[in-house]
């Protein structure tokens, strides 16, 4: 069983627990969480369905301490509870797919940009930037990027992480942020165009129920519920066990695919060959 | 006194004229201005006033010849020789600049893109595709590119060219060809923004004189003259010399500039500081 390469949630409540004893109490029931879900082995259906029971319990019992702190927007602790629940999803997936990968919280690679300063430069080693995005959890690797002009010794490097799987965490989701990981997942797919771009969102604030196609692969509601009744008194939905159960096949399914074959428009006939 | 990095109208005139005897006179006539473009030393006005008028005599003598031929447009004898006039007028430009360039035909960069097979190529040694666009002139650096990824020993490497200045040459512009030059502007602005791009065309083969604003920065219709007044009965004008004054300076003042100057937005408080 490996355990998540970060505990973002955790980190950041200890951090604030130390200063603040009114958070003691749900750092306690963090430790809880945290070894229930590290005690979950397997990712079968049954396992996924244990992980997203802890996961409501851990949230129906600190969130409505969380949501009423001063700034609990900025705070990001809310938040990053679904952030580390993904870290403990995905902290098996070497075996699933016979390789372990970055699994975190990530700037991934959206392009490489050439500014050198001046002609000199230019011609002896060219400034570069590297343009990336945060996401909420990637599923890749780390590369590092190194520039050689011709005739020079100087090398300029850089690392990068190029994202199998983007994952965008949200408690709901609203106009600005869907064009935000609108815009987000066309710039992936320009530069990495076989990285899979998911936003999970646990409540919908949206006027109709979906938004114009985009390039967002896909756009999990987890609670099936709108926005508009958290703070009344309507019972929440759970964050639903078989929504995580299909997310976590579908990121799965995805990286055990053979994503680019040079050799299947020949084979097939069909140059993608995508699963539909 | 340099000379040009490659004489590509020569290379592929010399081929042709190997196997067809009526092209051995214009062989004999390239010699010639060969020989006189190399001996203009400086690029002064005069300079490259003299240089022009090489460069319209040669046209003059030969293109009747090229034009009569077959395929005359695939062949490419008439297209290279404003290339290779560009190399005669730039090849001295390290003494103006203090820094010699790769100065010739080239694909540039616009773009890096990861393309991996599947999961594990992306963790070992992830597959890459630099996209690249064809220029008739550049000048510019080529450098190596490599990416290894983290942990693994094996490093994936390719050689590309950063533009600083691009030339497209076009014997006359219309439609289809400048809305090609406006999206190579555009992309070549994303990936390498301080390159200048320039279109050179002879002749103007649209219905009104100027195109809506794009990126490219500067169109020369180097004899200012419509394209339906080829093969006509009216004198045709020649490649008029100061506007190839005007280019050559543009492009020297921008091989001059400071392109980018982290301070300046706290030192001018103006972050790109361009000239007006």
């Not at 001063?70 to 070497?94: K, M, R, T």
């Not at 992936?188 to 998911?198: G, L, N, S, V």
């Not at 680019?260 to 140059?271: A, C, I, K, M």
Request: include cysteine; charged fraction near 25%; hydrophobic fraction near 40%.
């Amino acid at each position: 069983m490996s355990e998540p390469q970060v505990y973002t949630h955790g980190a950041r409540l200890a951090r604030k627990a130390a200063k603040d004893a009114k958070l003691v109490p749900v750092l306690e029931r963090y430790e809880a969480w945290k070894a229930a879900s590290l005690a979950v082995d397997g990712r079968d259906e049954a396992d996924i369905i244990a992980l997203t029971g802890l996961l409501n319990d851990y949230k129906n019992a600190v969130e409505p301490t969380l949501d009423a702190r001063a700034n609990s927007a900025q705070e990001g602790l809310q938040p990053s509870i679904l952030e580390e629940f993904l870290g403990y999803l995905f902290a098996n997936v070497s075996t699933d797919i016979g390789q372990d990968l970055l699994r975190r919280p990530a700037s991934s690679f959206i392009g490489l940009i050439f500014n050198p300063r001046d002609v000199h430069a230019l011609v002896e080693a060219p400034e570069f930037t590297l343009r990336e995005k945060d996401h909420d959890f990637v599923l890749g690797a780390c590369v590092t990027l190194s520039i050689q002009a011709e005739g020079s010794t100087f090398t300029r490097s850089d690392k990068l992480v190029v994202p199998a799987v983007a994952i965008e965490c949200k408690r709901y989701l609203e106009r600005n942020m869907l064009d935000e990981c609108a815009g987000t997942a066309e710039r992936i797919k320009k530069a990495t165009p076989y990285c899979r771009y998911i936003v999970a969102s646990e409540f919908l604030k949206l006027d109709r129920a979906l938004p114009e196609l985009s390039q967002i692969d896909e756009i999990y509601v987890l609670r099936k519920q709108r926005n508009l009744e958290r703070n009344t008194d309507i019972v929440l939905n759970p964050i639903y066990p078989e929504l995580i159960v299909h997310l976590y096949q579908d990121v799965i399914s995805h990286l055990k695919r053979i994503w680019w074959d040079p050799e299947s428009g020949l084979t097939s006939g069909r140059v993608f060959n995508l699963p539909r």
